[in-house]
C-alpha cells in the first residue's frame, strides 16, 4: 500500500493530456470475447481498472497484447471456461460486464459478486433483468451463475434504471443474440454511445445511439474492430477542478467540448474562469463563489463521479453550496475528514452536505482514500491545505488516473509516493 505525501498551498500550473474514457474501456474490452477476430483498442487510459479487466479476458483464453500501455490487442479465439478469476473480479465492479459476452459465446457465466467502490449498495438487477428477458436463467450458487440453454434471444425490454453499466450488460447481450433487442429508458452517457458504434463495427445493427430507445439486431457472427477511445471527460473534469480550488491556471487537452460542458457550466456558475479554446479546455486564476445548490443526475446532468471534487472546490468558495448526491449513499460520508482539515461542512443525510465557505484548510495527518473519486478530492484538499498531508492507499486512486504522480509533479505539484 502506498502513500501520496502532499506539500500543499502551491498553484498549479501548466498543461495535462488525458486519456481515453475509462468507463469506455471496460465494457469495450468485455465486447472483444464476443468475436474470435482481433480487436484493437487505441487511447486506452494506462490506469488500475483498464489492467484487471486485461488480466480478467487472459484469464478466460484471450490474447491480449499492450498491456500497460495506450493500445490493447485483444483476440478472443478460444474462450476458455465461463468463470472468471474470483480475485480479480473482487477488484472490479465492471467486471459485471463479462455476464452478457460469456452467456453470449459459451451459454454460461458465473460471476463472483463484482468489487470495486461500495460494492454492498450498487446492485445489478437491471443487469439480471436485462438477461432474463434475452432468456438467461439463474441457478443456485455464489455470486451470479446464469445460463442461457437456448441460446440469447432478442427481446423487446423496458429498464426500470436508467443504468449505465445495466444498459451496457443489455447491450453486449443483445449483439451477440438472435434477433432484434429494443432496449428502451436505455442509459445515454458518451461511454454508452462508444459501445454502441464498437458494436456497430463489429457488424450489430445499432441504431437509436444517443437515444434513450436503442434497438439491436444480432448477427450470426461478429467480426473485429477498431476505436480509438474518446478523451475522459471526468479525468478532464477532475483536473479542472483541482486547478480552480488551488487558484492555479491548467490546459487540459483531449477532451471533446460537448462532454466536458457538463462540468463547465457549474464551473462557470461558481465564477470559476474556464472554457474550451482551439481544442483545449483552459482553467484560469480565480475566486469561486457558492451557489445555491450542485445536484447530480443522469447525462447530461452533473456527474456524480465530480460530487466529490466540487464539494471541495465549494470549501473554498465564498457563500453556502449545498451538493446533492442522489445517486448514491456513501460518497459523500468519505468527505466528512475534511471537517478535521477545517472545513466547514453539515453532512444532512446519506445523500446531501452543506459547505461553506471559504476556509483555510489545514493539513490533514492521514486521510483515507476509500474509494477512487473520494481518494482524487482528499488529494486535492492536500494541495489547497496548508502543511504536509498524507493520503493512502493512492493505490485506490491510480485505478482511475493513469500516471498521476508524475502529473502533479509535471503541473507543479510538491507531492511524493512513499512505499
Given at each position: 500500500?502506498?502513500?501520496?505525501?502532499?506539500?500543499?498551498?502551491?498553484?498549479?500550473?501548466?498543461?495535462?493530456?488525458v486519456e481515453g474514457n475509462k468507463n469506455a474501456a471496460l465494457p469495450l474490452l468485455a465486447a472483444?470475447?464476443?468475436?474470435?477476430?482481433?480487436?484493437?483498442?487505441?487511447?486506452?487510459?494506462?490506469?488500475?481498472?483498464?489492467?484487471?479487466?486485461?488480466?480478467?479476458?487472459?484469464?478466460?483464453?484471450?490474447?491480449?497484447?499492450?498491456?500497460?500501455?495506450?493500445?490493447?490487442?485483444?483476440?478472443?479465439a478460444g474462450v476458455r471456461g465461463h468463470v472468471p478469476d474470483r480475485a480479480l473480479v473482487g477488484?472490479l465492479r465492471g467486471s459485471v460486464l463479462l455476464i452478457g459476452p460469456l452467456l453470449a459465446r459459451?451459454?454460461?457465466?458465473?460471476?463472483?459478486?463484482?468489487?470495486?467502490?461500495?460494492?454492498?449498495?450498487?446492485?445489478?438487477?437491471?443487469?439480471?433483468?436485462?438477461?432474463?428477458?434475452?432468456?438467461?436463467?439463474?441457478?443456485?450458487?455464489?455470486?451470479?451463475?446464469?445460463?442461457?440453454?437456448?441460446?440469447?434471444?432478442?427481446?423487446?425490454?423496458?429498464?426500470?434504471?436508467?443504468?449505465?453499466?445495466?444498459?451496457?450488460?443489455?447491450?453486449?447481450?443483445?449483439?451477440?443474440?438472435?434477433?432484434?433487442?429494443?432496449?428502451?429508458?436505455?442509459?445515454?452517457?458518451?461511454?454508452?454511445?462508444?459501445?454502441?458504434?464498437?458494436?456497430?463495427?463489429?457488424?450489430?445493427?445499432?441504431?437509436?445511439?444517443?437515444?434513450?430507445?436503442?434497438?439491436?439486431?444480432?448477427?450470426?457472427?461478429?467480426?473485429?474492430?477498431?476505436?480509438?477511445?474518446?478523451?475522459?471527460?471526468?479525468?478532464?473534469?477532475?483536473?479542472?477542478?483541482?486547478?480552480?480550488?488551488?487558484?492555479?491556471?491548467?490546459?487540459?487537452?483531449?477532451?471533446?467540448?460537448?462532454?466536458?460542458?457538463?462540468?463547465?457550466?457549474?464551473?462557470?456558475?461558481?465564477?470559476?474562469?474556464?472554457?474550451?479554446?482551439?481544442?483545449?479546455?483552459?482553467?484560469?486564476?480565480?475566486?469561486?463563489?457558492?451557489?445555491?445548490?450542485?445536484?447530480?443526475?443522469?447525462?447530461?446532468?452533473?456527474?456524480?463521479?465530480?460530487?466529490?471534487?466540487?464539494?471541495?472546490?465549494?470549501?473554498?468558495?465564498?457563500?453556502?453550496?449545498?451538493?446533492?448526491?442522489?445517486?448514491?449513499?456513501?460518497?459523500?460520508?468519505?468527505?466528512?475528514?475534511?471537517?478535521?482539515?477545517?472545513?466547514?461542512?453539515?453532512?444532512?443525510?446519506?445523500?446531501?452536505?452543506?459547505?461553506?465557505?471559504?476556509?483555510?484548510?489545514?493539513?490533514?495527518?492521514?486521510?483515507?482514500?476509500?474509494?477512487?473519486?473520494?481518494?482524487?478530492?482528499?488529494?486535492?484538499?492536500?494541495?489547497?491545505?496548508?502543511?504536509?498531508?498524507?493520503?493512502?492507499?493512492?493505490?485506490?486512486?491510480?485505478?482511475?488516473?493513469?500516471?498521476?504522480?508524475?502529473?502533479?509533479?509535471?503541473?507543479?505539484?510538491?507531492?511524493?509516493?512513499?512505499?
Open positions: 500500500m502506498s502513500t501520496l505525501l502532499i506539500e500543499g498551498g502551491h498553484r498549479l500550473q501548466g498543461r495535462v493530456a472483444c470475447l464476443l468475436t474470435e477476430d482481433e480487436c484493437v483498442l487505441t487511447n486506452v487510459p494506462r490506469i488500475g481498472d483498464v489492467e484487471v479487466m486485461a488480466r480478467l479476458l487472459v484469464d478466460l483464453g484471450a490474447e491480449v497484447d499492450g498491456i500497460g500501455t495506450t493500445t490493447l490487442r485483444v483476440r478472443a477488484r459459451v451459454g454460461r457465466a458465473h460471476l463472483a459478486p463484482p468489487g470495486g467502490d461500495f460494492p454492498a449498495r450498487r446492485s445489478i438487477s437491471t443487469h439480471l433483468d436485462a438477461l432474463a428477458a434475452m432468456g438467461a436463467v439463474r441457478s443456485p450458487g455464489d455470486g451470479y451463475v446464469l445460463e442461457a440453454p437456448d441460446g440469447l434471444k432478442g427481446a423487446s425490454m423496458y429498464l426500470f434504471e436508467a443504468s449505465v453499466t445495466g444498459t451496457e450488460t443489455a447491450l453486449l447481450a443483445a449483439a451477440g443474440a438472435e434477433g432484434v433487442t429494443e432496449i428502451r429508458h436505455a442509459a445515454t452517457e458518451p461511454h454508452v454511445v462508444e459501445l454502441c458504434e464498437f458494436l456497430k463495427k463489429m457488424g450489430a445493427g445499432v441504431t437509436g445511439i444517443g437515444s434513450s430507445k436503442i434497438r439491436v439486431e444480432g448477427v450470426p457472427r461478429l467480426g473485429g474492430a477498431e476505436h480509438q477511445l474518446c478523451g475522459d471527460y471526468i479525468e478532464a473534469g477532475s483536473w479542472a477542478v483541482v486547478g480552480a480550488i488551488t487558484g492555479g491556471e491548467i490546459d487540459i487537452e483531449g477532451a471533446r467540448e460537448e462532454d466536458i460542458e457538463v462540468v463547465a457550466a457549474v464551473l462557470k456558475r461558481m465564477q470559476v474562469r474556464c472554457g474550451m479554446r482551439d481544442g483545449v479546455f483552459e482553467v484560469k486564476p480565480s475566486k469561486p463563489r457558492a451557489i445555491r445548490r450542485i445536484a447530480t443526475g443522469l447525462w447530461p446532468s452533473f456527474p456524480s463521479d465530480l460530487v466529490s471534487l466540487v464539494t471541495v472546490l465549494a470549501t473554498q468558495a465564498e457563500g453556502r453550496t449545498l451538493v446533492h448526491d442522489w445517486m448514491y449513499e456513501l460518497r459523500l460520508f468519505a468527505l466528512e475528514q475534511l471537517s478535521g482539515m477545517g472545513a466547514d461542512l453539515f453532512l444532512a443525510d446519506a445523500h446531501r452536505i452543506i459547505v461553506t465557505g471559504p476556509t483555510q484548510l489545514r493539513a490533514g495527518r492521514v486521510l483515507d482514500s476509500r474509494d477512487l473519486r473520494s481518494g482524487m478530492s482528499l488529494i486535492a484538499a492536500g494541495l489547497a491545505a496548508d502543511g504536509e498531508t498524507r493520503v493512502q492507499p493512492l493505490e485506490t486512486v491510480e485505478r482511475g488516473y493513469s500516471l498521476l504522480v508524475d502529473r502533479l509533479v509535471g503541473l507543479g505539484a510538491r507531492v511524493e509516493r512513499e512505499a
